[in-house]
C-alpha cells in the first residue's frame, strides 16, 4: 500500500491493523498530515472526515503525521475510527472551508520544501563538480610541467640521486683487505657494498632428472653456467630443508649467493666453478649416506654452507708462497693457515651484512655454534693438518657414534676435506680437465716464486711436472687412503667414489708409461 511517493528513496514506512488486518503504508516525509489520514480513510473504507486514532501495543496514542515513529509488522499500530457527531450543514460547509484552507496551506509548505531541497541538492553537486575540475587542473598542470622539464636538469637531478645512494652506501659499506698478489709490500682494500637493488638471476625450473642427477657424483659440473650454477645451490637449501630450518628469507638466500660468487676470484682453479663441485659432492654424499636421518638439519646446514664458503677470495697461491713471501695474510695470520682463515673472514664479514645473512633469523647463541662450525671446517681444509684429522677419524670409525660431538664434528671435518679434493672421484672426462686448470695456477705460482727468487715445490714447476705424475702420487698416497676411512663408515661409497679413484690412479699410470715409451731418452 502507498501512494505517489512510495517509491521516493527517503519513503518512510509504517504497519498497521486495519480490519484485522495488518497492512503495511509508505509515505513521503514531505508528506502532510491530511494527506496520510485520507490514505488510511481510504483503506479502512471510511469517510475522510472521520477521525483517525492511532495506538501502539501498549494503548498509548500515536500522533499521525509524517514523523510518527517506524514500527514493524510484529508492532503494528491499531486503527481507530471515531466518527464525528452530527453537525448543521452550516457547521459542516466551515468545516469543509477549514479543512480546504489547511490542506492548501500543507500543499504550499510541501512545495516549498521541495524547493529547499532541490537547491541544497544542486549547490552540493556544483562543490563535487568545482572539486573534480581542480584535481584534474592540478594533474594537467603538473604533466605540463613534468614534460617541460629540459634534458639538463633531469640529467642534473640523476647525478645528484646517484650521489646521495653512493653517500648512503658509503655509510653501510663492509670493507675487508684480501691478500694482495701483485705487490708483496703494500695492500690494496677491496670492498664488499650493500646493494639495495634486489639481485636477481634468471629462475630455472629443474626436470626431475636433473634434480636426481644432481645427487650423484658423475654430475657433470662444466655443462653449466654460472646462473645455473646459483639456481642448483639454491634449489639444495631449499630441497634439504634448510630454508625452513634456519627461517631464511628466499631473497636474503639468493642476495647471500649472488655475494659469494662475486667474492670468488677468476683464478683457474680456485674459483665459483670450484665452490660449486665441492658442494655438489657434498650434497651426493648427504644423499647417498642418507645423512638426513643421520645428522640435524643443523648440521647439514653447516656441511653446504662451509662447502659454499670454503675458497672465498682465494687468490690463486697456496699458503706455502703466502709464509715464503711474508705476505699480508701471512703477517695477519701468524703463518697459521692463512688462506683457510682469510676464508673464514671474508664469510663471516659477508654474512655481517644484513642483507645477505642467511642465519640472520636466529638468536645469537644459534649463530654463534653455527659460526664455531663453519669456522672448524673450513680451517679443516688446509692440507697441512691432513694427516692430524685423517688420523683422528681413523680412531673412531670403528666404534663410530653419531651421537657423540667429537666423533661427529671429527666425520664432518674429513667429508669437507673429500668433497674440497673429490674431482678424480668423477668421470675422467669431467676429472681430467680440471687437471690441467690446478696445473695452470699451479705454474702460475711457481713462475712467479722464480721471479722474486722464492723456493719452488717440485709438483708446481712446469719444468719437472707432468700431469700423470701430478696425480698418480696425490691419488695413491692422500685420496683413496681418505676414502677408504670413509666408506668404512659408509660401505655405499664404494662403487659410487673409491672404484673411480682407482680407476683414476691405473689411468695416470699407464700415461705415465705411455709417455716415458715416447721419451727421446727411450729412443
Known sequence: MGNGVSQHENARTIYLEMNSKIEKLKFSPYSSTGDIILLISTAMGVNRWNDIILKDQSG?????????????SSTPYKVVVVKPPHEKPEQQLDRNKQIGITQRNEEMLKQTLNQVADSFSRVLRLDELKQELNARITQLER????????????????????????????????????LNVDDTSSSKDRKISIRRDIPSYPKYTLSHETIEYLKKPTFDIWHWESNEMLSLLEHM?????????????????????????????????????????????????????????????????VLITACVCHDLDHPGYNNTYQINARTDLAIRYNDISPLENHHCAVAFQ???????????????????????????????????????????????????DFQNEDHLNSLKMVMIKCCDISNEVRPMEISEPWVDCLLEEYFNQSDREKSEGLPVAPFMDRDK????????????????????????????????????????????????????ANSPDNK
Open 143 to 178: 604533466r605540463m610541467e613534468a614534460d617541460g622539464i629540459k634534458l639538463v636538469e633531469i640529467d642534473r637531478c640523476k647525478k645528484d640521486i646517484s650521489e646521495l645512494r653512493d653517500i648512503i652506501y658509503d655509510t653501510q659499506r663492509v670493507e675487508y683487505s684480501p
Open 60 to 72: 498509548a496514542l500515536v500522533s499521525v503525521g509524517p514523523m510518527m515513529p517506524i514500527n514493524d
Open 350 to 400: 659477508i654474512f655481517s651484512n644484513p642483507e645477505t645473512n642467511i642465519f640472520g633469523n636466529l638468536d645469537s647463541d644459534k649463530f654463534k655454534l653455527i659460526r664455531q662450525s663453519i669456522i672448524m671446517l673450513i680451517l679443516a681444509t688446509d692440507m697441512a693438518r691432513h694427516s692430524e684429522i685423517l688420523e683422528a677419524f681413523k680412531t673412531k670409525v670403528d666404534k663410530f
Open 237 to 301: 637449501y631449499h630441497e634439504l630443508g634448510l630454508v625452513s630450518e634456519f627461517n631464511i628469507n628466499p631473497i636474503t638466500l639468493k642476495r647471500w649467493l649472488l655475494r659469494v660468487q662475486e667474492s670468488y676470484r677468476n683464478n683457474p682453479f680456485h674459483n665459483f666453478r670450484h665452490c660449486f663441485c665441492v658442494t655438489q659432492m657434498m650434497y651426493g654424499i648427504i644423499h647417498m649416506c642418507k645423512l638426513e636421518g643421520k645428522i640435524t638439519r643443523h648440521e647439514l646446514g
Open 465 to 516: 711436472v707432468t700431469k700423470p705424475t701430478a696425480q698418480i702420487g696425490f691419488i695413491k698416497f692422500v685420496l683413496i687412503p681418505m676414502f677408504e676411512c670413509l666408506v668404512n663408515l659408509f660401505p655405499q661409497l664404494e662403487d659410487a667414489m673409491l672404484n673411480p679413484l682407482r680407476d683414476a690412479r691405473d689411468h695416470y699410470e699407464d700415461m705415465k708409461k705411455k709417455q716415458e
